[in-house]
């Protein structure tokens, strides 16, 4: 329980001015440069990356930066990263477009309408549906055909959005498929989440559970909760669909079960003998995701449960233990992330979606709290 609000809201800016000083230093001393994951707290090293999809997160940090503090380094910065992922609107060789996107052209449009970032976001949303598969109705991983993460319900949002703009009910359907056919297949019925689902690709049919990220396939990977704890709430959002809401309570409530008084999970709250002891990227997606739940509940005291489980989170997340204020030489904002423990990548280190859910809640904490940052809204809309 957060005894006084005043204080959090004061550390928040302090963590704030914290993460301005890094980016800055980040952006100056690395331009045009996307780093994935710090290696001994330096993001700039040649560390394997898996995957492509964390090209938004920087620039996503760069906004909201500007939302704080309204200077027009920030916005003129932010805008010149979203730039550098334009041509990935049309990139159908992975499932992130939102991750992408949402971050980055999603707040420019909200900052400054117009047409081009309009349709950008379209076509990115249009190229993420394009992936949808009728065998089995998900929206596959990276991975292969097979395979469907619960990643991907970060990245149902843009389908959404760009269905609605071009008013095509095809697309909106199959976004709302895909969140179905999550739901029924990675989301248990203790509220827990399998990483990954394969499928038979001929017919459709699921087969098993499996994880990459994760300790097993029946295990229950944290990020991949939070991942579905926070893309349920927006599939609500944007369907009013209350099956959306109600699992993401469900994970919520798993969330709330299984994590520790300070509100920090493990990589898997599975595994007998975790190698870390937090996975602290999974709590700051936590964060804003209990946030996000917190405006959609019709109830205030759920409301203000939700909130206070955020807060509760975010006072640990900006203890010296974790938020790298104290740490000297060290580039990243919050420590103590994870990437991929079974590939040794970005393991005990600063991981950048985690640096940018941790602000995103940061700004909706202290606009929860009538402060300073309530000049803009931390999310975008829907
Ligand atoms: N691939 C997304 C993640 O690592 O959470």
Request: overall charge negative; proline content about 3%; charged content about 25%.
């Amino acid at each position: 329980m957060i005894q006084d609000k005043q204080a959090l809201a004061q550390r928040i800016h302090t963590a704030l001015e914290f993460a301005g000083q890094q980016l800055r230093s980040l952006v100056t001393a690395h331009p045009d440069f996307f780093p994935m994951y710090t290696l001994n707290g330096k993001w700039k090293h040649d560390g394997e990356a898996w995957t492509n999809w964390c090209e938004g997160f920087l620039g996503g940090q760069l906004w909201l930066l500007f939302a704080y503090t309204g200077d027009s380094w920030w916005r003129d910065k932010a805008k010149h990263y979203s730039r550098l992922i334009e041509h990935r609107k049309t990139d159908d060789s992975v499932h992130d477009l939102g991750f992408l996107f949402w971050s980055t052209w999603k707040r420019w449009h909200e900052v400054a309408p117009e047409d081009f970032i309009h349709d950008t976001l379209v076509e990115a949303g249009r190229t993420a549906g394009s992936r949808f598969r009728e065998k089995g109705q998900y929206l596959p991983s990276f991975v292969s055909a097979e395979s469907l993460f619960i990643d991907i319900m970060m990245n149902v949002g843009i389908i959404f959005y760009a269905a609605r703009e071009s008013d095509d009910q095809t697309l909106w359907q199959n976004g709302t498929r895909h969140c179905h056919t999550t739901r029924r297949y990675l989301v248990r019925g203790d509220g827990s989440s399998a990483h990954e689902g394969i499928f038979d690709v001929e017919s459709g049919e699921f087969l098993r559970w499996s994880t990459h990220q994760g300790w097993r396939g029946d295990s229950s990977w944290a990020r991949g909760l939070t991942w579905a704890l926070y893309g349920f709430g927006t599939a609500y959002r944007f369907t009013s669909d209350q099956r959306f809401l109600e699992t993401a309570e469900a994970c919520a409530a798993y969330y709330m079960e299984n994590t520790a008084e300070h509100g920090v999970p493990p990589n898997d709250w599975s595994e007998p003998e975790p190698g870390q002891d937090y996975e602290s990227s999974a709590a700051a997606i936590a964060a804003s995701a209990f946030l996000q739940l917190a405006e959609l509940m019709p109830d205030s005291a759920r409301a203000g449960m939700y909130q206070s489980y955020a807060f509760r989170i975010l006072d640990t997340l900006l203890q010296p233990g974790f938020l790298a204020i104290e740490t000297p030489a060290w580039e990243g904002i919050l420590k103590r992330g994870m990437y991929h423990e079974r590939k040794g990548l970005g393991v005990n280190e600063s991981v950048m979606w985690g640096e940018y859910f941790f602000l995103e809640a940061l700004l909706d904490a202290l606009r929860k709290l009538d402060e300073r940052g309530a000049r803009a809204s931390a999310r975008p809309s829907c």
